[in-house]
């Protein structure tokens, strides 16, 4: 019954966190979607989160963890992308208008 309780427990866990990680996604985005300058953005961000790599860790990071990390960077460089085309079109409407 132990083993039952400690599992459901850390399932509760893993939601909770991602549920944060999932809302945290989002407010990024929409800071992506709405930022003057997502190329600047971008290249802040990636300079911030190399400083933060090389600090040191209170225990060791696992490979599941930098797969996750990998995987949170692709989506947002999907999102600075996306901003960029965004910007891109508008700045033609504005020059063709």
């Given at each position: 019954?132990?083993?039952?309780?400690?599992?459901?427990?850390?399932?509760?866990?893993?939601?909770?966190?991602?549920?944060?990680?999932?809302?945290?996604?989002?407010?990024?985005?929409?800071?992506?979607?709405?930022?003057?300058?997502?190329?600047?953005?971008?290249?802040?961000?990636?300079?911030?989160?190399?400083?933060?790599?090389?600090l040191?860790?209170?225990?060791?990071?696992?490979?599941?963890?930098?797969?996750?990390?990998?995987?949170?960077?692709?989506?947002?460089?999907?999102a600075?992308?996306?901003?960029?085309?965004?910007?891109?079109?508008?700045?033609?409407?504005?020059d063709?208008?």
């Amino acid at each position: 019954m132990a083993k039952i309780d400690e599992y459901s427990k850390l399932k509760e866990d893993l939601d909770f966190i991602s549920g944060q990680v999932h809302l945290l996604t989002s407010f990024l985005v929409s800071v992506i979607d709405t930022h003057p300058n997502p190329k600047e953005l971008w290249w802040c961000f990636e300079k911030a989160a190399q400083v933060t790599s090389v600090l040191p860790q209170s225990k060791p990071v696992t490979e599941d963890f930098r797969d996750g990390q990998r995987e949170l960077m692709l989506r947002l460089k999907g999102a600075i992308e996306s901003a960029e085309a965004t910007l891109t079109d508008r700045r033609g409407d504005l020059d063709r208008g």
